[in-house]
Nanobody, 125 residues
Framework: QVQLVESGGGLVQAGSSLRLSCAAS?????MGWFRQAPGKEREFVAA??????????YYNNSLKGRFTISGDNAKNTLYLQMNSLKPDDTDVYYC???????????????????WGQGTRVTVSS
């Protein structure tokens, strides 16, 4: 059972940047970030598919350009660099991991087998 631990959340002002980290306890084939506000569905943010040469990256188009996903498969770590943060980015951010090779773009939460507890990001105006 892969354990995921997120870190890096906090309270920041609009326009600021944050970098979230996720540490996985074991090997994964893909990892991603989702976010969720109270009373809303979980929203796909970005994902990375580990492949032999380079990695495949996938983004929520509405966030691409401000958010950048990266990671190190050898170290089982995942990052999310968030720039130009807006109050609408206030959410709990979750790290997720897949045990299997997935053919899709990893934008559905059903493509993941493990979830972290989440880290809260609050952006003040």
């Amino acid at each position: 059972q892969v354990q995921l631990v997120e870190s890096g959340g906090g309270l920041v002002q609009a326009g600021s940047s944050l970098r979230l980290s996720c540490a996985a306890s074991g090997r994964t084939y893909a990892m991603g970030w989702f976010r969720q506000a109270p009373g809303k569905e979980r929203e796909f943010v970005a994902a990375i598919k580990w492949i032999r040469i380079g990695n495949n990256l996938y983004y929520n188009n509405s966030l691409k350009g401000r958010f950048t996903i990266s990671g190190d498969n050898a170290k089982n770590t995942l990052y999310l660099q968030m720039n130009s943060l807006k109050p609408d980015d206030t959410d709990v951010y979750y790290c997720a991991a897949s045990d299997y090779v997935r053919l899709g773009v990893l934008s559905s939460e059903y493509e993941y087998d493990h979830w972290g507890q989440g880290t809260r990001v609050t952006v003040s105006s």
